[in-house]
């Protein structure tokens, strides 16, 4: 019987990250890190979220750092780079990636959801192997994690370019 091992998940889209191995994943955080409407140095809370962040206008935010999350919901894609804490009552629409290997649920409240994706690794290690990440729910309150591919696609706008220099050419 051959050896059947599974190829690494390449995104049909992307085909530069491989999000299985953790040195193709470590090079892309700073491409993501320049194009986000907001980088935040972590601890945070959710009084560091950016105000114009709506279900109408996603927005890309990157903490470096632990993010704690009370009565919040957040649209877009969020990325951080430490652990992520959250209430019951609190969520997110759209993709939610954390890289320092721990997500914990706290406190009962009810309504939180989180719909699209979530991706937990522990990239902490520093290594070329993930550690293990641990998904915590002390107490559980929330309705849970559910796949949502509209708000996966509503969540991977395209990155805008930002204007370096400008130079007007005079007309003759």
């Given at each position: 019987m051959p050896n059947v091992s599974p190829s690494p998940y390449v995104h049909p889209y992307n085909s530069t990250?491989?999000?299985?191995?953790?040195?193709?994943l470590s090079?892309?955080?700073?491409?993501?890190?320049?194009?986000?409407?907001?980088?935040?140095?972590?601890?945070?809370?959710?009084?560091?979220?950016?105000?114009?962040?709506?279900?109408?206008?996603?927005?890309?935010?990157?903490?470096?750092?632990?993010?704690?999350?009370?009565?919040?919901?957040g649209y877009g894609l969020l990325v951080v780079r430490g652990n992520l804490t959250y209430t019951g009552d609190s969520g997110w629409k759209g993709i939610v990636i954390?890289?320092?290997?721990?997500?914990?649920?706290?406190?009962?409240?009810?309504?939180?959801?989180?719909?699209?994706?979530?991706?937990?690794a522990n990239l902490t290690t520093g290594g070329p192997a993930f550690g293990a990440p641990t998904y915590i729910v002390a107490t559980p309150g929330g309705k849970g994690v559910y796949y949502n591919s509209c708000l996966v696609a509503a969540s991977l706008k395209p990155f805008a370019y930002k204007v370096v220099s400008f130079r007007e050419i005079p007309y003759p």
């Amino acid at each position: 019987m051959p050896n059947v091992s599974p190829s690494p998940y390449v995104h049909p889209y992307n085909s530069t990250v491989d999000m299985t191995d953790p040195i193709s994943l470590s090079l892309f955080l700073p491409v993501v890190q320049n194009a986000a409407d907001s980088v935040l140095n972590g601890p945070r809370t959710e009084a560091d979220m950016p105000s114009a962040m709506s279900s109408s206008n996603p927005m890309t935010v990157y903490v470096n750092g632990d993010l704690s999350l009370t009565s919040f919901t957040g649209y877009g894609l969020l990325v951080v780079r430490g652990n992520l804490t959250y209430t019951g009552d609190s969520g997110w629409k759209g993709i939610v990636i954390v890289l320092g290997g721990t997500i914990t649920e706290t406190g009962s409240q009810d309504g939180g959801e989180f719909d699209g994706a979530v991706y937990l690794a522990n990239l902490t290690t520093g290594g070329p192997a993930f550690g293990a990440p641990t998904y915590i729910v002390a107490t559980p309150g929330g309705k849970g994690v559910y796949y949502n591919s509209c708000l996966v696609a509503a969540s991977l706008k395209p990155f805008a370019y930002k204007v370096v220099s400008f130079r007007e050419i005079p007309y003759p």
